[in-house]
């Protein structure tokens, strides 16, 4: 499993893909938090990173399907992915390997953004006039947001040898999830249900950690999915075709 997160990451590495894909998250981050007016920081009048977290997750919609179409897709497009198999690999040691290192991906690109924290800390009057428990709690959860949209992808990988529909495959699951569970709520056909369905939506437990609280239930939720999303792939990855 090391051996499969050590080749993936050198290979997101070493590619100038997976230097554009952080630069473009990190540089999308940048424009809207700091430059752009009508949802700068500065023209807020508020010391928080409310504009940063609410954004980050429409980002990583694209970004991490990005990531992960060409974790399977590829392989089996140019015929490693039996090769693989023919060495002392479980299907399980393959999919978890491969997960971890999206993951890591995905914190190496939040990593610099600790520095909109500082700026804002600093900015605050008085100094650290700032909400740390919410940023805190807000970070946990996008983290955990792009691994869920990390596992989505890898099982949407393992569909097709094209990354092209691994990638639009990705983001359409991830954004019904995300965004489309709720919106789906709002509609008074469901009444007394509404709030469940609602519930179920990746967006309402991604606010919840947002608050500073941090509830077992919604790490439990985001963990379900993900090996929800994991054991789907282990399971195509078994239908040798």
Avoid: H
């Amino acid at each position: 499993m090391f051996t499969i997160f050590k080749k993936e990451v050198n290979s997101f590495l070493s590619s100038l893909v997976g230097y554009v894909v952080m630069a473009v998250f990190l540089l999308a981050m940048g424009l809207l938090v700091w430059i752009f007016p009508d949802t700068s920081v500065l023209n807020s009048g508020y010391a928080d990173l409310a504009t940063f977290f609410n954004l980050a997750p429409y980002v990583f919609l694209f970004l991490v399907p990005a990531i992960t179409m060409r974790s399977i897709a590829e392989e089996r497009k140019i015929g490693t992915l039996e090769l693989l198999f023919t060495k002392p690999l479980t299907e399980w040691q393959l999919v978890i390997g491969k997960f971890l290192a999206a993951c890591f991906l995905i914190f190496l690109a939040l990593i610099p953004t600790l520095i909109y924290y500082y700026s804002v800390y600093q900015l605050g009057n008085p100094v650290g006039n700032i909400d740390s428990a919410s940023v805190q709690g807000s970070y946990i959860g996008l983290f955990l947001l792009g691994c869920v949209f990390a596992a989505i992808g890898l099982f949407t990988s393992s569909l097709t040898d094209n990354q092209i529909i691994a990638f639009l495959l990705g983001v359409f699951i991830s954004f019904l999830l995300y965004v489309g569970l709720s919106s789906v709520a709002g509609l008074e056909v469901w009444n007394g249900a509404a709030y469940w369905l609602g519930w179920l939506g990746l967006d309402t437990q991604y606010n919840a950690l947002g608050r500073g609280l941090i509830d077992s239930r919604n790490i439990i939720y985001f963990l379900s999915l993900i090996i929800l999303a994991l054991a789907g792939t282990r399971w195509k990855l078994t239908q040798r075709e």
